[in-house]
Structure formats: C-alpha cells, structure tokens
C-alpha cells in the first residue's frame, strides 16, 4: 500500500472541506480550491481529517493513490497557509521592481518585460538583493508562474546571468581557450 497514500491528511479547524463523490472543494482564510479526482478513488473527510483509499491494487490505481492524497493535502495546506517560490536575478543591470500589482523586470532587452499576475498569485520584490517572490494559495500555479518568469531570462553557464531559482545551482563554463602562439 502507499506509504504517502494511505496517511490522513489533517484539516485544521479555520478550513472547510466539502466532498461530494470524488469532487473535493477547500475553503480557508487564504481562498477557495476546488477538485474532481478520478472515481477510482474512495475519499473520506470524518474525525477531521481526510482518508483516500483505493478498491484495488493495479499498478494504476496504485499511482493515483498517492497522487491524490497530495493533491488533497496541498490544497488543504495553501488555503491555510499559502506557498511561496523565491526567484533570484543575477546580472549587471538587471533588477525587477512592482508596478502596481505588475512585475516589470529589466533583464538585458531593449526593452521592459511586464509580467501580469494570474488571480490568485501576488509579487513580492526586494529590490536590493534583487529578489522576486511569487505567493498563492494555489501550488501548481504558483510553481508555472515562477516557471514562466524564470524562462523569460534563463540562467546562462558563462556568465552566470539571468533569472533563477534562490539556491538553484548554475554549473558555469569555461569560455574561448586563448589562442596559443608558438
């Protein structure tokens, strides 16, 4: 059986869970998610907390019960506390700054790139150590949005400039051998 699949997820008192069949919606102070899992699996809210089980032991319903069960607890945990990923910029020059609620990032373009938050998602920028913090209640959305900023300037190995992960590790490159005079 899962080891991920078959723990309860715990629902703190502040978030509301509805389960109708396999539709699962999550209501806390952070916002609202909603859910359809597939009907292969049982879920359960009673005790408050969340059990997902499983009719059978095929090798695919086997995956979907782990899927699940975090799927289930992501929601749970970013209606109650929300997820954050932590961009950072390197390079002379470049540096973000907010516009409202609208990123603009100077990365070494001729000109500004404007990057729109989705609903859900809010931009947080430290503009000294050149810092961009994307939060939501929504993991898998606040994960594309980080993704998405990052493939606007991806880290390049010469140099080391571009727009990467806080802690992400670019290997650098040796550049041109000089030419060698006999």
């Keep these: 059986m ?43 809210y009673e005790n408050d907390e969340i059990t997902v089980e499983r009719p059978n032991d095929q090798p695919q319903v086997r995956a979907l019960h782990g899927l699940t069960r975090a ?31 609208t990123l603009v990032l100077h990365v070494g373009f001729s000109h500004a790139v404007r990057v729109e938050p989705p609903d859900g998602i809010v931009f947080e920028v430290d503009t000294r150590p050149r810092i961009i913090k994307v939060q939501g209640y929504d993991k898998e959305l606040v994960g594309r949005t980080a993704a998405d900023i990052r493939k606007i300037r991806p880290p390049e ?25 006999a």
């Design 2 to 44: 899962s080891r991920i699949g078959r723990m309860p997820v715990p629902v703190p008192d502040d978030v509301k869970v509805t389960i109708k069949g396999t539709h699962v919606s999550v209501k806390g102070p952070k916002g609202e998610l909603e859910q359809t899992f597939r009907p292969e699996m049982h879920i359960k």
């Design 157 to 181: 190995p010469y140099k080391g400039k571009g727009i990467r992960y806080f802690g992400e590790y670019v290997r650098r490159k040796a550049g041109k051998a000089g030419k060698v005079v």
């Design 71 to 101: 799927l289930i607890n992501n929601m749970v945990v970013g209606v109650k506390d929300g997820f954050e990923k932590v961009l950072q910029i390197e390079g002379v020059g470049y540096r973000p700054e907010l516009d409202g609620n």
